[in-house]
T-cell receptor, first 115, second 111 residues
């Protein structure tokens, strides 16, 4: 089991639905991330929050909307997704950036299928 | 975009054998990390090696770093079926705690 908890584990949604992915960590990490991973590919960075402020948006379409309500929680709101958005969505946390990069702690992901 | 290329893409070995996977990257780095991902799960951090280190050990893992060749290798000794997973190298990018992940090596250990 990981120290980063993601819910739900699986999600099937239609293209007109609105849903949210949730991520929670209690390690005191002040940097949190959303990654998208397609099958047999490496994770791709989507968003970075540092001290609850959005610091990086990797030109992600607006149908993905991140939110960081507090230092332990990270949400990803989904609306009007496309079938090609189907993927494993991974949340990660770490200590904030330093001279020597801190390891990322990943959750087990939400497997999203858009129909 | 990614900056790490790993080879081989896939590796299949018998239990008890050693597994070696390689990572090449493009720009100067101050550290390199290796992660493991079991099928359908999140990534797990294995080891971090700093640019002033040439070799590092952790249990059955041995990592080397050659900054002049911009390459790193991960050696898993005496492999077990439980080592079956994908392995990714990760190098820092930009400011803050961001990383490029390599293309990954899929390791299968046959019991």
């Amino acid at each position: 089991d990981t120290e980063v908890t993601q819910t739900p584990k699986h999600l099937v949604m239609g293209m007109t639905n609105k849903k949210s992915l949730k991520c929670e960590q209690h390690m005191g990490h002040r940097a949190m991330y959303w990654y998208k991973q397609k099958a047999k590919k490496p994770p791709e960075l989507m968003f970075v929050y540092s001290y609850e402020k959005l610091s990086i948006n990797e030109s992600v379409p607006s149908r993905f909307s991140p939110e960081c309500p507090n230092s332990s929680l990270l949400n990803l709101h989904l609306h009007a997704l496309q079938p090609e958005d189907s993927a494993l969505y991974l949340c990660a946390s770490s200590l904030p950036g330093r001279a020597y990069n801190s390891p990322l702690h990943f959750g087990n992901g939400t497997r999203l299928t858009v129909t | 975009s990614q900056q790490g290329e790993e080879d081989p893409q896939a590796l299949s070995i018998q239990e008890g054998e050693n597994a070696t996977m390689n990572c090449s990257y493009k720009t100067s780095i101050n550290n390199l990390q290796w992660y493991r991902q079991n099928s359908g799960r999140g990534l797990v951090h294995l080891i971090l090696i700093r640019s002033n280190e040439r070799e590092k050990h952790s249990g059955r893992l041995r990592v080397t770093l050659d900054t002049s060749k911009k390459s790193s290798s991960l050696l898993i000794t005496a492999s077990r079926a439980a080592d079956t997973a994908s392995y990714f190298c990760a190098t820092p990018r930009g400011t803050g705690n961001q990383f490029y992940f390599g293309t990954g090596t899929s390791l299968t250990v046959i019991p």
